[in-house]
């Protein structure tokens, strides 16, 4: 019974983000794929398939490129009708298209001959199928990928050693100074809440951020001076939608790695930015290379990176580096404010 | 009885205020005095030899020198004290502490294990170096040297060779030499790659070595030997070593 409930967690049926790069690609080449391997079925002998894949491509690249980019400039309209409508639109956009394009090809000009017609709208009505089939079947693919990104992520999140040190530091404030202590224990109840809430969906960056901030002053009650923190926000990046998680992780791992090894005060710089489409997260903190045998670092940066290909594909990039004793982590992604 | 006189060493400041409230508490059932506290496991060491402590409570997880290492340099002094571990989550120290019978506290730390694990180390519990190397094999940072009822720490890094001499290890830096009981074997083994074993009786740190000259007589025969840097010393490297360390000359 569990295992079932688990199972129908899946995402609901979606249309993949037609702007996405990833998502234009692979119809791109599926598509010519398929073109392809209509040319080869259609030739009888070798000679002729360069003809054949002439003949295709005269006529299918066009309608390709006209529906890409009817898609990309229509995909916020598709996203906000019912999977199956939208389905359809899809349809009727390929269908439309292959129909407008028929006049102008130069087999239909000579002899307007209907079941040339019928045939090419058949091959394009065949070619959407197998798309939206591929795309259909990858997303029911991902959404158990997702929610096990989502458990992962609750598992390798906040560490134990987190927790038990936190509430060691509110126990030592209870008797001097409750209203703090108070104050600690409202921070950790929504930081927990915060965790466990069903963490598939996008959400704004204005919120992981103030996550992230309530996580830092908790370790702040036990790290006191020796921890300090840069924050260099845009104000204009802030309403962006992210994968929840995405920053709080690096943040811990940066007191994890950056700050406990150290006797001294140590900096944890966080910069946001937003250069017109690209959303820029920069985080650094002091390098101990003696330390480097603490577990966690790996596993949240591969939790991290998944997530954001699953989110944006190819238009996502996690990127790390040491230079000048400091380890900088580095994300780009794509600016968003809707789904 | 004499009060039992107590360390505290945490690096975290509340963590070390939560200790003493709890030890407060404990204070009806077992008389104490707290006789110092430190942020880090150099500073501890300094306040443990300079308030005669009886038992150190320690942090495992700490800057520069874990909480293990930090008792394993204690075990130098000539009456070292018990030592009880704390630790906010360390499945690993935790596992090693259960296997070798130690006592340990788990943060947040209760009023009722604290008041036991007290008392039975006031009755004399001791650690053996044995022990603590079997639970933390990591090597060290740094040597430590008793003199004249403090420890000396010598960081690993800044030790040019060590060489058996009788009983004793001399131990030689840059500045210089210190006597330490410890077997050439069981360094050789623990820091790996650090040291090269030159000689039966000699470790010289391969940072250390600027290269080779001949001439120096060893048991009757002309062989090499090892030119430091900043030493004018040249230690023989005997004719069973030299396979191997002339793969450093390279």
Known sequence: ?????????????????????????????????????????????????AARVTEIAGSLE??????????????TLLERIAYVQGLLAVF????????????????????????????????????????AWYFNLRNRAFSPAISEARLQA?????????LFNTLNAVLSLIRKDPKRAEG???????????????????????????LCRQYLNLEQLRLGE???VDWRLDPS????????????????????????????????????????????????????EDYQHRQGNRMALANIRERLQLHFDVEASLNTRIANGRYEIGIAMPYRTSL | MKPVRVVIVDDEQPARSRLRELLEDCQAELPHVLAGEAANGAEGLQVVAASEADVVLVDIHMPEMSGIEFARHLQVLE??????????????????????????????????????????????????RGVLDSIDPAPRRHFSVAERGRVMLVPVSEVIYLRAELKYLTLRTRDREYLVEESLTQIEQEFGTVFVRIHRNCLVARRWIRGFERGAETEGEVGWSVILEGLDERLPVSRRQWAQVKSLAG
């Not at chain 1, 609750?154 to 987190?162: E, K, N, S, Y």
């Not at chain 2, 506290?105 to 694990?117: E, G, I, Q, S």
């Open chain 1, 154 to 162: 609750l598992q390798a999140r906040i560490r134990p050693h987190f």
């Open chain 1, 62 to 75: 066009p309608v390709l490129l006209v529906v890409i980019v009817v898609l990309y400039a229509g995909s």
């Open chain 2, 79 to 128: 009456h070292p004290p018990a030592v009880i571990f704390v630790t906010a989550h360390d499945q690993y120290a935790v596992e090693a502490f259960e296997v070798n019978a130690l006592d340990y506290l788990t943060k947040p730390v209760r009023a009722a294990r604290l008041l036991a694990a007290l008392k039975k180390a006031a009755n004399g519990a001791r650690l053996t």
């Open chain 1, 237 to 288: 990046a802030e309403d962006a939608l992210v994968p929840p998680m995405v920053l709080q992780p690096l943040v811990e791992n940066a007191v994890y790695h950056g700050i406990e090894p150290g006797i001294g005060p140590g900096l944890i710089e966080v910069s946001i930015e937003r250069r017109n489409d690209r959303l820029w997260l920069q985080l650094t903190n002091p390098y101990h």
């Open chain 1, 226 to 228: 020796r921890l300090r």
């Open chain 1, 1 to 49: 019974m569990k295992v079932q409930s688990i199972r129908q967690n899946h995402l609901p049926d979606a249309l993949p983000d037609f702007r996405n790069l990833g998502v234009i690609s692979r119809i791109l080449l599926s598509v010519n794929a398929l073109a392809l391997l209509f040319a080869l079925a259609r030739s009888r002998e070798i000679g002729e398939f």
């Open chain 1, 92 to 131: 009727a956009i390929v269908l439309g298209t292959t129909a407008a394009f028929f006049p102008f090809l130069s087999v239909a000009a000579s002899s307007s001959d209907w079941r040339e017609l019928a045939w090419n709208l058949g091959c394009a009505a065949l070619m959407a199928g197998a798309v």
């Open chain 1, 184 to 210: 600690a224990l409202e921070d950790l109840a929504e930081l927990f809440r915060t965790v466990m809430v069903d963490n598939r969906q996008l959400i704004a960056l204005r919120d992981e951020v103030s």
